[in-house]
């Protein structure tokens, strides 16, 4: 057994574990800062009240005040260059579907101005001066559009089929659109006024670029992508010769560029490093000469990098496994760190919590698989639950998760793996899983049960998994492959059948899932045996099924269907569906519901085969 025992690379200290950790309770996390043109005022999101909301907090005191966005939830936010507008994007009924809202910084002059009737919208930026915004809006087609914050008019730039806008030159001459399904992406110009479209970068066949924008003097683009090396870099594409190879500005051999941040002037770049198992680093790039330079990490995971229109300061987010979510202040001409709340205590905790452990273990295969290993007090084994991430191009990181230091309290380890088809480990590892390499996933489930009973870590009979999304699938799909494996299983949000999820799911999530799951066509037979509904009668093991009732991600038929199959055959299981809430559950209130629900089904089920093993 492989363990890695490095210092987290934070500048904050957590504190040691109890001998019996506390439950912590769940606090109010601040995420996903905009800044004002000024940086003098940072808003931001919050769910103290319940859900999530917009605050705006000046740089210089504690007190912040929300702003009045709605009953509705928020999911991310922006300034807009002249001051004068905070933009939100908004999910009602906490479904995938989104809308636009603009609003002054004072909280007047709320309103709608993209989203409308089945469109979801979504928030490229603005153009540089003034109040225009660059949206994006899709129903059964991507729609780039330019929205005037003030009038409301709008101009539509493109269409086009998995259609993505992500920039627009200052005279609106010029936009750079993302194309491509899952894992397949790639850029490409358009002439607004010609409407004539250039794919950037020659086709390799393989990789992604999912992340781009105008260079400052609007004769090159600089881009997140990994279609050149297997582990994603920054680029410069020269425009005056787009046939060239794209210049190498930034990359590395042991990180992944997860996030790339510019400023508006172009001059800086904030780069976000995916180290292996997860954690975070920050360097700052300065494109007038070249210069990278590291700056401290305020937590082991960072996220939502964001300029200051000035260039002048930066704002992120970082959290770490017993430190919630908080927004920080970077200086990037000294890289000095301050939190924006000055209020919030030194460790950034809401309570006791233990640090897990990066493990590595291979798969059946001899992949290299990694994951992270939360261990409760005293010696082990101990009952075990597996916890799935979502996505699946998502990645198992050191981040604030309640539920898992919850049921290390109950005395249940948790390891939190990264299977095949995970990020953050390059472009061959997230793509192994695509098709029918799905069966090779599956696999690796089992092979964690399997080198955690080894390890001695945890207790034959009494493993369990848990996870959501495309976690959850993996759930029910391990459970339907691997019977006797498990001892119970909890699957949040789950596919339970792909023939299913292709009909019931929002046309453009269908549309960009194709090159990760298959063609429900042309890979119908693959899909039906990878489907759990297809084998539900080899699952005879207690399961609980979480749903949000609005969720058309993932519909909540998926869960349903489950339920009903597991009644015909009496096997015990549980179905919690949540009001109010659609694929990700944003209400503190229904977190708190899955969370209680999920721990004490795990907790009640793997310790009553205790009498069973012995």
């Given at each position: 057994m492989i363990?890695?025992?490095?210092?987290?690379?934070?500048?904050?200290?957590?504190?040691?574990?109890?001998?019996?950790?506390?439950?912590?309770?769940?606090?109010?996390?601040?995420?996903?800062?905009?800044?004002?043109?000024?940086?003098?005022?940072?808003?931001?999101?919050?769910?103290?009240?319940?859900?999530?909301?917009?605050?705006?907090?000046?740089?210089?005191?504690?007190?912040?005040?929300?702003?009045?966005?709605?009953?509705?939830?928020?999911?991310?936010?922006?300034?807009?260059?002249?001051?004068?507008?905070?933009?939100?994007?908004?999910?009602?009924?906490?479904?995938?579907?989104?809308?636009l809202w603009v609003l002054r910084p004072d909280g007047s002059r709320r309103r709608q101005v993209a989203g409308f009737g089945r469109r979801s919208a979504a928030l490229a930026g603005w153009l540089p001066d003034g109040a225009v915004l660059m949206v994006t809006e899709t129903d059964e087609r991507g729609r780039a559009v330019l929205v005037d914050a003030g009038t409301g008019r709008r101009r539509v730039l493109a269409e086009g089929d998995l259609l993505t806008l992500l920039d627009v030159?200052?005279?609106?001459?010029?936009?750079?659109?993302?194309?491509?399904?899952?894992?397949?992406?790639?850029?490409?110009?358009?002439?607004?006024?010609?409407?004539?479209?250039?794919?950037?970068?020659?086709d390799t066949g393989q990789g992604s670029t999912d992340q781009g924008w105008f260079g400052p003097d609007g004769t090159s683009v600089l881009a997140r992508t990994d279609a050149f090396s297997e582990l994603a870099a920054l680029v410069r594409v020269d425009l005056t010769r787009p046939e060239r190879t794209p210049t190498r500005l930034a990359g590395r051999p042991d990180a992944e560029l997860e996030h790339a941040a510019h400023s508006t002037d172009g001059h800086r770049v904030a780069l976000l490093w995916n180290t292996y198992g997860g954690r975070s680093e920050l360097s700052l790039l300065d494109l007038t000469d070249g210069v990278q330079r590291a700056a401290g990490a305020p937590g082991e995971v960072l996220d939502d990098a964001v300029f200051a229109a000035g260039g002048d300061l930066l704002?992120?987010?970082?959290?770490?496994?017993?430190?919630?979510?908080?927004?920080?202040?970077?200086?990037?001409?000294?890289?000095?760190?301050?939190?924006?709340?000055?209020?919030?205590?030194?460790?950034?905790?809401?309570?006791?919590?233990?640090?897990?452990?990066?493990?590595?273990?291979?798969?059946q295969d001899g992949l290299p698989l990694s994951g992270w290993l939360y261990r409760p007090a005293g010696p082990g084994p101990w009952p075990t639950a597996i916890s799935l991430h979502g996505g699946p191009e998502a990645q198992e990181r050191p981040g604030y998760n309640p539920l898992f230091q919850a049921l290390v309290a109950q005395g249940v380890a948790v390891f939190a793996p990264n299977v095949r088809g995970s990020s953050g480990f390059g472009r061959s590892f997230v793509a192994a899983d695509n098709l029918a390499g799905r069966y090779g996933a599956i696999a690796d489930v089992a092979a964690c049960a399997e080198f955690l009973v080894d390890a001695g870590v945890?207790?034959?009979?009494?493993?369990?998994?848990?996870?959501?999304?495309?976690?959850?699938?993996?759930?029910?799909?391990?459970?339907?492959?691997?019977?006797?494996?498990?001892?119970?299983?909890?699957?949040e949000c789950g596919i339970s059948d792909f023939h299913t999820f292709y009909a019931g799911t929002e046309p453009w999530i269908a549309a960009a899932a194709v090159s990760k799951y298959g063609d429900p066509q042309r890979d119908a037979e693959l899909l039906r045996d990878l489907s759990p509904l297809t084998h539900i009668d080899r699952l005879d093991v207690p399961v609980l099924l979480i749903h949000g009732a609005n969720d058309t991600n993932v519909p909540a038929g998926e869960s349903?269907?489950?339920?009903?199959?597991?009644?015909?055959?009496?096997?015990?299981?549980?179905h919690l569906v949540l009001t109010g809430e659609g694929h990700d559950f944003l209400a503190r209130t229904n977190q708190e519901a899955a969370r209680t629900a999920t721990t004490a089904w795990l907790t009640r089920h793997l310790a009553a085969t205790t009498a069973t093993v012995g």
């Open positions: 363990v890695r025992t490095e210092v987290p690379r934070t500048v904050l200290r957590n504190r040691p574990a109890s001998p019996r950790p506390a439950v912590p309770v769940p606090v109010g996390e601040e995420y996903r800062p905009a800044p004002s043109p000024d940086g003098r005022r940072v808003a931001f999101l919050s769910d103290q009240g319940g859900s999530p909301r917009v605050w705006v907090r000046d740089v210089d005191t504690a007190e912040a005040v929300a702003l009045p966005t709605g009953d509705e939830p928020v999911l991310a936010l922006s300034w807009s260059p002249d001051g004068r507008w905070l933009a939100c994007v908004v999910a009602p009924g906490g479904a995938p579907r989104t809308e030159t200052p005279d609106a001459g010029t936009a750079l659109l993302r194309r491509g399904p899952r894992n397949a992406r790639w850029l490409e110009l358009l002439d607004v006024a010609t409407g004539e479209q250039l794919r950037l970068f020659p704002c992120l987010t970082a959290q770490g496994p017993v430190q919630p979510r908080e927004v920080w202040l970077v200086d990037p001409s000294s890289g000095a760190l301050r939190p924006l709340r000055p209020s919030a205590p030194p460790t950034g905790t809401s309570g006791g919590g233990v640090a897990p452990q990066l493990v590595d273990l291979r798969a945890a207790r034959p009979g009494q493993l369990g998994c848990l996870g959501r999304s495309y976690g959850g699938y993996l759930v029910l799909a391990v459970l339907v492959n691997f019977p006797g494996l498990f001892a119970a299983g909890v699957a349903a269907q489950v339920a009903r199959a597991l009644a015909a055959r009496d096997v015990p299981h549980g």
